[in-house]
């Protein structure tokens, strides 16, 4: 099987590890809603906010936003227009 990207999860020990991803696994991570984790690994890896915002408008959040989450992100490289895009990610959810 030739594999279309590896991307690296952490177990629940704490341990990384390389999961190698084919089209279809990868296509459908693309549609999975987004946990902070994944957004805050998104943003240490110097991947843009606007592209981080897109993300979220695409796929969603899986998880309940509060102020501390908000704080969290903005110190990790946040910019308004992502913080934007969570507020609207929850009161979409919320409709």
């Excluded at 279309?4 to 991570?29: E, P």
């Excluded at 915002?53 to 110190?75: N, P, Y």
């Amino acid at each position: 099987m030739q594999y279309l990207t590896t991307d690296y999860r952490t177990c629940a020990a704490g341990q990384t590890h390389a999961v190698h991803l084919s089209a279809t696994d990868f296509y459908h991570g693309l549609l999975r809603a987004l946990a902070k984790a994944d957004i805050l690994r998104l943003l240490s890896g110097a991947v843009p906010s606007a592209r981080v915002a897109s993300l979220v408008k695409e796929r969603g959040i899986k998880f309940a936003l509060t102020a501390d989450d908000l704080a969290d992100i903005r110190a990790a490289g946040g910019g308004d227009d992502l913080i934007d895009a969570l507020r609207q990610s929850v009161n979409s959810a919320r409709q």
